[in-house]
């Protein structure tokens, strides 16, 4: 089975600096998806960035990029010049075959004027 | 982006009675929706996977006789969480993927708070 692993319970960064969230998974499987996910106070989901597991580029989406490193099956979430509304809690996900989204236990990340 | 609208978004009941969340997609068809439990400051627990026209599939250790999934059509999915009880009160979210253009992508609802009391 995929597990996703989150080994950063909490994080905190100053306005403006850059952080860096960890994000291991476990499979078998040569074709997946990886997400990060962004669940503000609201407690709406919301999709931060996604990596193909087929390409080798890491994704970048404005502020945020991913480090993909799929060989060690390690996919960080770097932010970059943080916000106050960057505050939240952060889940890495993965979608395989099966199309179940599996979910890591979260980051919470607190971002200091 | 695709939109998935979930209801109602806060819903209080008494011990005992029955409480029916709905999960709509609302610009895409979803053949499969899925439904999720998340307690405070944890992650999300996937309780099954609701699929069109045939029974859900529960992940192991969810009662299927106590969260009820109905998958009528391809746009809609309900949650009835049957003889609610207080330790049943939590955040519940939904979720359809779908794939365009190669791509596969999650959407989720806005979640609904259950409070039993």
């Known amino acids: 089975a995929q597990t996703v692993t989150q080994s950063q319970p909490e994080m905190s960064v100053q306005e403006a600096e850059t952080v860096t969230l960890s994000c291991t998974y476990d499979t078998s499987e040569s074709d997946y998806y990886l997400f990060w996910y962004k669940q503000p106070p609201s407690r709406q989901m919301i999709l931060v960035i996604r990596q193909e597991a087929y390409k080798q580029q890491n994704a970048t989406e404005n502020r945020f990029s991913v480090n993909f490193q799929k060989a060690a099956k390690s996919f960080s979430l770097k932010i970059s010049d943080s916000q106050l509304g960057d505050a939240a809690m952060y889940f890495c996900?993965?979608?395989?075959?099966?199309?179940?989204?599996?979910f890591g236990t979260g980051t919470r990340l607190q971002v200091f004027p | 982006g695709a939109v998935v609208s979930q209801h109602p978004s806060r819903v209080i009941c008494k011990s005992g009675t029955s409480v029916k969340i709905e999960c709509r997609s609302l610009?895409?068809?979803?053949?499969?929706m899925f439904w999720y439990r998340q307690f405070p400051k944890q992650s999300l627990m996937l309780m099954a996977t609701s699929n069109e026209g045939s029974k859900a599939t529960y992940e192991q250790g969810v009662e299927k006789d106590k969260f009820l999934i109905n998958h009528a059509s391809l746009t809609l999915s309900t949650l009835t969480v049957t003889s609610a009880h207080p330790e049943d009160s939590s955040f519940y979210i939904c979720?359809?993927?779908?794939?365009?253009?190669?791509?596969?992508?999650?959407?989720f609802g806005q979640g609904t708070r259950l409070t039993v009391v």
């Open positions: 610009d895409f068809q979803a053949t499969t």
């Open positions: 979720s359809a993927s779908t794939t365009n253009r190669g791509r596969t992508e999650a959407f």
């Open positions: 996900a993965y979608i395989g075959n099966t199309d179940k989204l599996i």
